[in-house]
């Protein structure tokens, strides 16, 4: 069955512009999550939809980076005026959320951006 | 704050030695403990989780691992690796929002 799909898959920019990343979550799945990865160190979270509640954005790092996700559908991470720090991979997971627990994150490939 | 620290950040081993990648978590309230791994040029896929029960819990591919509350860890092992093993694998907790809470991550590196 279809999986978690990122779009790009690489992306190279230049300081200063803005990029779209998109993540299309498995059919079905209610909760969207954005992480990213940067050289040598762990998986950062940075956003988190459920549902139609508010998402949590306690991860971003700065008001550069914004996420919006169309009901329980596409989700896109914008990075505004991007910084070479921003260069990382970027991934999107999604699962299904029950009531009572939390279910396993199926994670995409990644957006591996490179800030110039 | 809750966090999660992986012991190893790169490992060296063998065929057919055994494996043991540590994990320690820092939070209280509900434990959900899991290890992904990602394997060069794929997703990462989850190897094995823990949430209630039995604390040794089975992942695919061989792997276990065991929860010790006292210890606040959640090692991974492998009684004898491959060099298909060969991967980048990470152990996550999750607070109580949902969201993962990801340790460094531990290169393992099996020879043949």
């Known amino acids: 069955g279809a999986g978690v799909s990122q779009s790009p898959s690489n992306k190279v920019t230049e300081k200063g512009k803005d990029v779209e990343l998109r993540c299309d979550p498995i059919?079905?799945?209610?909760?969207l999550y954005w992480y990213r990865q940067r050289l040598g160190q762990g998986l950062e979270f940075l956003i988190y939809f459920q549902g139609n509640s508010a998402p949590d954005k306690s991860g971003l790092p700065s008001d550069r980076f914004s996420a919006e996700r169309t009901g329980e559908s596409v989700s896109t991470l914008t990075i505004q005026r991007t910084q070479q720090e921003d260069s990382a991979v970027y991934l999107c997971?999604?699962?299904?959320?029950?009531?009572?627990?939390?279910?396993?994150?199926?994670f995409g490939p990644g957006t591996r951006l490179t800030v110039l | 704050a809750q966090s999660v620290s992986q012991h190893n950040h790169h490992v060296i081993l063998s065929e057919a030695a055994s494996l043991e990648l540590g994990c320690n978590y820092s939070y209280g309230g509900t434990v959900n403990l899991f290890w992904y791994v990602q394997y060069p040029g794929q997703h990462l896929q989850l190897l094995l989780k823990?949430?209630?029960?039995?604390?040794l819990v089975k992942g695919i591919k061989g792997f276990e691992a065991e929860f010790i509350k006292s210890k606040f860890s959640f090692n991974l092992r492998k009684p004898s690796v491959q060099w298909s093993d060969t991967a980048e694998y990470f152990c996550?907790?999750?607070?109580?929002?949902?969201?993962?809470?990801f340790g460094q991550g531990t290169t393992l590196q099996v020879k043949p």
């Open positions: 996550a907790g999750r607070s109580n929002t949902g969201k993962l809470i």
């Open positions: 059919s079905g799945h209610t909760a």
């Open positions: 997971a999604s699962s299904w959320r029950t009531i009572s627990s939390y279910n396993e994150q199926f």
């Open positions: 823990y949430f209630s029960g039995d604390p």
